[in-house]
């Protein structure tokens, strides 16, 4: 399943990266994509294997903010 977030906070490539491997990390997430410039996180995951509230969390860990 594919999703697109919006995310606040993001202001460099390094802000990027750090979304990018802590999503990658996670057992379900196959890919993830970020660009701190349209403020847009898009994941690509197994929806049985992770929610999209763990998602959403791991993003707001790493100092960032889920839009809704």
Do not use: H, W
């Amino acid at each position: 399943m594919k999703n697109e977030l919006r995310v606040s906070g993001m202001s460099c490539g390094g802000c990027q990266l750090l979304v990018k491997e802590a999503l990658e990390e996670m057992q379900g997430v196959t890919l993830a994509e970020a660009s701190f410039r349209d403020g847009v996180v898009a994941v690509d995951y197994d929806p049985e294997a992770v929610s999209m509230a763990a998602i959403k969390a791991v993003i707001e860990e790493q100092g960032f903010k889920v839009q809704e």
